[in-house]
């Protein structure tokens, strides 16, 4: 199995009680679908399981039947290969597809490529590289990136505007220290986060 065609999907958590239950941790839309797409594996794909859906964050693996092997499966990233995922409807679009797509201006002017896209709690970061390897983070917005055409392999960047941040209540003003700047950062709606 091709790590690149793969997708991850959910990772197993803490054991539940002592007849092999584990809590799971679903990266998927509707988190009990996890189970529905057949085998999945682990990172480097050498380990299949086979997943019952119990209740809220809680599955049956098959084969695993006491505390001490559940536990054994703590931390464990769970893969699925990308063509078992149902397609994106119109105008959606798997986060993962979007990693190695080329970035341009709205004039066209090439930019880098998408090297990562990740979310930290605060929204998702784009990751873009250069032709000389200089990385540049920007928030994975509608106002920043407009456009995203998985088909056409690209993505239209606005680079945003910077943002000034004024002092805070207690905070001394000093006169020849520049304000500190910050992109602004927003949520984009419309795309898949998972499966």
């Known amino acids: 199995m091709s790590a690149s065609r793969r997708i991850l999907v959910g990772e197993f958590g803490r054991p539940?009680?002592?007849?092999?239950?584990?809590?799971?941790r679903s990266h998927t839309a509707e988190p009990a679908a996890i189970a529905g797409y057949?085998?999945?594996s682990d990172e480097g794909g050498t380990r299949c399981f086979v997943l019952?859906?119990?209740?809220e964050g809680?599955?049956?693996v098959e084969g695993i039947t006491d505390r001490d092997a559940a536990a054994k499966l703590t931390g464990t990233k769970l893969y699925v290969e990308r063509d078992a995922l149902p397609a994106p409807e119109e105008d959606e679009f798997y986060l993962s597809d979007v990693i190695g797509l080329r970035a341009e201006t709205e004039?066209?002017?090439?930019?880098?490529?998408?090297?990562a896209l990740e979310d930290f709690g605060a929204g998702s970061v784009l990751t873009?590289?250069?032709?000389?390897?200089?990385?540049?983070?920007?928030?994975?917005?509608?106002?920043?990136?407009?456009?995203?055409d998985v088909a056409a392999g690209r993505v239209v960047i606005v680079p945003p505007g910077e943002v000034e941040v004024p002092?805070?209540?207690?905070?001394?003003?000093?006169?020849?220290?520049?304000?500190p700047r910050r992109s602004s950062m927003r949520r984009r709606s419309g795309g898949r986060d998972a499966a």
């Not at 539940?16 to 584990?22: A, Y």
């Not at 990385?135 to 920043?144: D, M, Y």
Request: hydrophobic share 45%.
């Open 16 to 24: 539940h009680g002592v007849r092999g239950l584990v809590h799971l």
């Open 38 to 40: 057949g085998p999945l």
């Open 52 to 55: 019952k859906w119990l209740a």
């Open 58 to 60: 809680l599955v049956q």
């Open 107 to 115: 004039a066209g002017e090439v930019l880098g490529t998408v090297a």
């Open 128 to 148: 873009l590289r250069d032709a000389s390897g200089r990385e540049t983070l920007l928030p994975f917005t509608k106002a920043v990136v407009p456009v995203v």
């Open 167 to 179: 002092p805070q209540p207690g905070e001394a003003e000093a006169v020849d220290t520049p304000r």
